[in-house]
């Protein structure tokens, strides 16, 4: 079966750091993925990991442990726009997403 | 210039009626998908398409049936429509298998209601 978690809203102030946890069960596992999900538009692609160990890309950066089924997002520097929906998917023939993480970046 | 485009983007119908969504992605990708997003923003896969190959989420009941024309189209078509149905269908395509390359192009998402 699928089984992806992650918290379900999360507050942060503009400027700060904030790491998004998700863990994940899957019957086939071909990579890590998270989405990024705007109020009212589609989800659009972040990050990829397949392999242990961070990957960085501007401010965002994503790791991956497959041995504890566990990814976070990192998010630095937050910016207002940043608040948004974060979907955690992981699967091998199909993507399956957790409920996602609603980011609310505060003044 | 639309990588994935979905028609209609709003559908307000009827409980009983049958309807479709239509689907085109011109990014020559050869694995096409329709996800459901409910009330609760839950993201949820339904079928995806390669090659005539179809491969259905076991949730998904027999009213829903995807139709694929050519590679680059995707429709979904709904009979018997319930209250249960009204959400956001998203369609998506990725080059190659899911997962192989990681990323979903998904289109703007089309919004049913059913009254």
């Known amino acids: 079966g699928q089984n992806i978690d992650q918290p379900t809203e999360m507050t942060a102030t503009e400027g700060a750091i904030v790491q998004i946890n998700c863990t994940y069960q899957?019957?086939?596992?071909?990579?890590l993925f998270w989405y990024q999900q705007h109020a009212g538009e589609a989800p659009t692609f972040l990050s990829y990991?397949?392999?242990?160990g961070l990957e960085e890309k501007g401010r965002f950066s994503s790791f991956l442990s497959r041995s504890k089924g566990y990814s976070y997002l990192l998010l630095k520097e937050l910016q207002m726009k940043d608040s948004a929906s974060y979907l955690c998917?992981?699967?091998?023939?199909?993507?399956?997403f957790g409920k996602g993480t609603k980011l609310s970046v505060i003044p | 210039d639309t990588a994935v485009s979905q028609t209609p983007k709003y559908l307000v119908t009827q409980m009983g009626n049958d309807k479709s969504i239509k689907c085109e992605q011109n990014?020559?990708?050869?694995?096409m998908y329709w996800y459901k997003q409910d009330s609760k923003k839950f993201l949820k896969i339904m079928f995806s398409?390669?090659?005539?190959?179809?491969?259905i989420n076991e949730t998904v009941p027999n009213r829903f049936s995807p139709k694929s024309p050519d590679k680059a189209h995707l429709n979904l078509h709904i009979n018997s429509l319930e209250l249960g149905d009204s959400a956001v269908y998203f369609c998506?395509?990725?080059?190659?298998?899911?997962?192989?390359?990681?990323?979903?192009?998904f289109g703007e998402g089309s919004r049913l209601t059913v009254l």
């Open positions: 998917g992981a699967g091998s023939y199909q993507l399956t």
């Open positions: 398409y390669n090659n005539k190959e179809l491969i």
């Open positions: 990991n397949v392999l242990d």
């Open positions: 899957t019957s086939g596992f071909n990579g």
């Open positions: 998506a395509s990725s080059r190659g298998r899911q997962g192989s390359t990681g990323e979903l192009f």
């Open positions: 990014l020559g990708h050869d694995t």
